[in-house]
């Protein structure tokens, strides 16, 4: 094993006699990483300067001095001139120690009545609310999007599936509505995680408080927290937050893939429901007919490494004694590139959906091909022509048999065919037996009536306002 030379930078270096191991060093840093929330350790330092400044420990001058070289580390990380060192393990001791060569001793005194267990605890809740805010506004273009080509769509008729075989015709914007409820409810997850997670753990230090006067108010209001949270051991140890937004991010990257996979079904020869733009697209370097749908695929993909993310956060916490324990520096990787992952993919979704072409003439064809509207022959006969349901479904099971036989639609039979698997259908069948009659038929709250899409989509889209005016 191979030590470095006694290293006394350390700013916990005090009861130490042999510097850390070169390996550990690196093993057990996390400023490769964690760099990513400097913005958030800042503005919590900030926070917790101003607070001290307030409860009498520092002096306003030191207060300001503080304020000053925080502001000149801000400046150098956004310009990129930030001195990153490993040997400083990570974002909190890199911040600290350039604030201190900064601005001299008075950078020392910025973590009384602190720990790096309740500073890492506010920075990655800041980081996640923020995270959060930019994901809920992708996702609510995405349902803007979807609900307006909905509304485009609201009378496009296609065929409905169950078990992926042709049931019953429904409109294009129905489907498309079914996606947005979907959507909708992810929405609700991610507030309910924002609003549970928005508390803040500044003041409980190592897990136990401190013997400072502080204002835990004061630095919780300062950085937009609801309130300090009420547990100084469940503050600095729990990261179920970060579970719950991962949790959140592997539904919904469930439900975007779903969607991926009828985009995929959709646009192949086979169904050719739809067309994708181009610029969604790409092609193959030996198949000059390709047009793939890369963008889809790989959503549907990448929801394997979401769901990862979560197993991950699930079994690093499982078993943790209370309190801090250093298993927890390994909660920010997964959480990061859950949220990046989500995001991203809300974005190309985003972009994508609106730009949808659905092809109705196709869609309108599949749907008569399948027999989609066999179930409403067996209600006209039970509605108009009182058979019970089971035998109106024997009857039009002949028919529909006849149909595959002869390589016709029901509505394509005559009067007298038709007749022949019962006597009293009459000439009023016809208008049942319409695409167009099927759906306007399910007229009611929820229903694939274009009538109903469109009060649907008005009303979703109101909901979106709503919400949006709402917004934290
Ligand atoms: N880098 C650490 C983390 O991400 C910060 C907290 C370290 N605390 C400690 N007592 N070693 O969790």
Partial sequence: MSTSDQDTSKLWGGRFSEATDAFVQRFTASVTFDQRMAEEDIRGSLAHADMLCAVGVLSEEECAEIHRGLEQVRAEIAAGEFPWSVELEDVHMNIESRLTQLIGSTGKKLHTGRSRNDQVA????????????????????????????????????????THLQSAQPVTFGHHLLAWNEMLERDYGRLMDCRARMNQCPLGSAALAGTTYPIDRAMTAAALAFTRPTANSLDSVSDRDFAIEFCSFAALLMTHLSRMSEELVLWTSAQFQFVELPDRFCTGSSIMPQKKNPDVPELVRGKTGRVNGHLVSLLTLMKSQPLAYNKDNQEDKEP???????VLDCLRAFADMVPAIRPRKAEMREAARRGFATATDLADYLVVRKGLPFRDAHEVVGKAVAHGVESGLDLSEMSLETLQRFHPEISDDVFEMLTL?????????????????????????LSHLQLRDSAQP
């Fill in 122 to 161: 506010t920075d990655i809740r800041l980081w996640l609310r923020g995270a959060i805010d930019r994901i809920a506004s992708e996702l609510t273009r995405l349902q803007r999007g979807m609900i307006g080509l909905a509304t485009e769509n609201s009378d496009t008729i296609m065929p409905g599936f």
């Fill in 335 to 341: 959480l990061f590139d859950a949220a990046d992952t």
């Fill in 436 to 460: 167009e009659g099927s759906v306007a038929a399910r007229n009611h709250l929820g229903g694939t009536a274009p009538e109903q899409v469109r009060t649907e989509a008005e009303a979703a």
